[in-house]
């Protein structure tokens, strides 16, 4: 499986979760030139190679995602409520038909 076929799978498989939480997608991939913003956060990861996918939420990743967050509720008119930045890590390293789903909420704090 490629990283790009596995990151929509994770994408979408985070969706499905996310929905049945309660949340309400109200968009996929906004991109800003310099940038990109989910969902939420979400990192898939086939193997532990590179660590797991909570490990991949670095201080220089979540000041990025801070900047993009903003970008994106300045361009929706969100005004002054209050928002979070959600993580979602998709663990395919054990059993690839049934992954290990952790949200993280609030990544920022």
Known sequence: MTTVRTGNLGEDLACEYLKKQGYKILERN????????????????????????????????????????KFYVNRINWGSR???????????ADDRDNPTIELIKNITS
Not at 37 to 49: G, P, Q
């Open 30 to 69: 906004y991109r800003i030139r310099g940038g990109e913003i989910d969902i939420v956060e979400v990192k898939a990861r086939l193997s532990h190679e590179y660590g797991k996918p909570a490990e991949s939420m670095t201080p220089w990743k979540i000041k990025y995602l801070i900047k993009t967050a």
């Open 82 to 92: 209050p928002y979070r930045l959600d993580f979602i890590g998709i663990d395919y």
